[in-house]
Structures are given as structure tokens and as C-alpha cells.
């Protein structure tokens, strides 16, 4: 069961806007920074979302991170196919003193 | 370029320890910390702590707290992970990340190893 709650599945037909969430709680999401990952099959998870919303050089537009109270979610409008991977939230957690991810959200490009 | 590199892949007995290492090159080793984060097959990532190069501080998960110990050498760059007391559980891909220092930053890991798999087993 992980700190952070993520959708184990979402999907999408090429060109569409898909939305992840994260649920959180006011001593992680709440207070602190959300970060996202993109996780491609049998590769090291990559940075693509961070300080909520801001996109290392590199990434499209077409990824966008918001926040609102203890929620978060990622947004990737005209879905490719190479967009299919899993997706993680993080952020510190201030009651664990520690990082915390969210299960993960597997992305499929229909 | 940033690159970490981390040693090869380990299979260890219930019981015994497991050292990873992460060689850092491209910039420079003591100014970012380097975080430890795990996946287990077919699961999520799981982070276990962190490390700055510069003054040697950690910080550990609840978790993995009594288990596990972040070091480095920074006449080679490279950090370590050791982690004891292996079970099954901990078979895993050990990943180590670059990261910053700033408490607001803390999760922020923009690079990454390619991944060590430990397998624990009889």
C-alpha cells in the first residue's frame, strides 16, 4: 500500500489527452513539492515533471504537472505511442521524514 | 555528460549482505546528493534513503533503518549502498539517483544509474 494513490491503469487512442492523479495527504502532496516519473519497459525511471509543474529541458509541452491541496495529477495531451510507460508520483513526506512514491500508473496507447 | 554507473549484477543467501556501488562522473560528486531507490519485479519504486557526498550526512527510510548504509568515496566518486540481513524480499533493481541538497528539492532525481539487480536466494 503506498503513501501515494495512483490509478494502476489508464489509456488512450493516439492524439488525446490523457490525466493521471495522485492522492496524497497534507504531510506530503499537502506541504511539499510533487515530482513525476516516466518509467519506460526495462529502463531507469526519468525525471519529467518537477516543483509540481515545471519541465526539465528535454520534455514536451505536451506533459503538464498541477497541484491543488493534497492532490496532484499529470497531464499528456496528444498522446503518442511512445508515451506508453508507467508513470510515478513522489514527494517528501514530513510525519516519515522520507521520500514516497505512488504505485505507479501503467499507461497504455490503444 | 552526468553518468552514474553502478556495479553488476549480485545474487546473495538469506542472511548475508550486498554492496552497490555508483560511480559518478560529469560533474562535480560532492555538490548534489545521490539517492538509493528500489524496485522490486513487477513493482513500484520504493525510496531508501540519501546521501551528500560533500559532508557524508544520510538519511534513511523508516523502513530500511538498523539495514542499511550510504557511504562514499570522493577520490573516485563513487557512493555505496551496503544493505544486511538480505530476505527474499529485498530482491530488487537497485537504482541510484543524482538529487539535491535543498529540502524542497528532495525528491527531485535528475539523473539516474542504469540499475543493479540483487537476487536473494537459498
Known amino acids: 500500500q503506498s503513501v501515494l494513490t495512483q490509478p494502476p491503469s489508464a489509456s488512450g487512442t493516439p492524439g488525446q489527452r490523457v490525466t493521471i492523479s495522485c492522492s496524497g495527504s497534507s504531510s506530503n502532496i499537502g506541504s511539499n513539492y510533487v515530482y513525476w516519473y516516466q518509467q519506460l519497459p526495462g529502463t531507469a525511471p526519468k525525471l519529467l515533471i518537477y516543483?509540481?509543474?515545471q519541465r526539465p529541458s528535454g520534455v514536451p509541452d505536451r506533459f503538464s504537472g498541477s497541484k491543488s491541496g493534497t492532490s496532484a495529477s499529470l497531464a499528456i495531451s496528444g498522446l503518442r505511442s511512445e508515451d506508453e510507460a508507467d508513470y510515478y508520483c513522489a514527494a517528501w513526506d514530513d510525519s516519515l521524514s522520507g521520500g514516497v512514491f505512488g504505485g505507479g500508473t501503467k499507461l497504455t496507447v490503444l | 555528460q552526468v553518468q552514474l554507473v553502478q556495479s553488476g549484477a549480485e545474487v546473495k543467501k538469506p542472511g548475508a549482505s550486498v554492496k552497490v556501488s555508483c560511480k559518478a562522473s560529469?560533474?562535480?560528486?560532492?555538490?548534489?546528493?545521490i539517492n538509493w531507490v528500489r524496485q522490486a519485479t513487477g513493482q513500484g519504486l520504493e525510496w531508501m534513503g540519501w546521501?551528500?557526498?560533500?559532508?557524508?550526512?544520510?538519511g534513511y527510510a523508516q523502513k530500511f533503518q538498523g539495514r542499511v548504509t550510504m557511504t562514499r568515496n570522493t577520490s573516485i566518486s563513487t557512493a555505496y549502498m551496503e544493505l544486511s540481513s538480505l530476505r527474499s524480499e529485498d530482491t530488487a533493481v537497485y537504482y541510484c539517483?543524482?538529487?539535491?541538497?535543498?529540502?524542497?528539492?528532495?525528491?527531485?532525481?535528475?539523473?539516474w544509474g542504469q540499475g543493479t539487480l540483487v537476487t536473494v536466494s537459498s
Open positions: 546521501m551528500n557526498p560533500n559532508s557524508g550526512n544520510t
Open positions: 539517483a543524482r538529487g539535491y541538497s535543498s529540502w524542497y528539492e528532495a525528491l527531485n532525481f535528475d539523473y
Open positions: 560529469g560533474y562535480t560528486f560532492t555538490s548534489y546528493d
Open positions: 516543483r509540481n509543474n
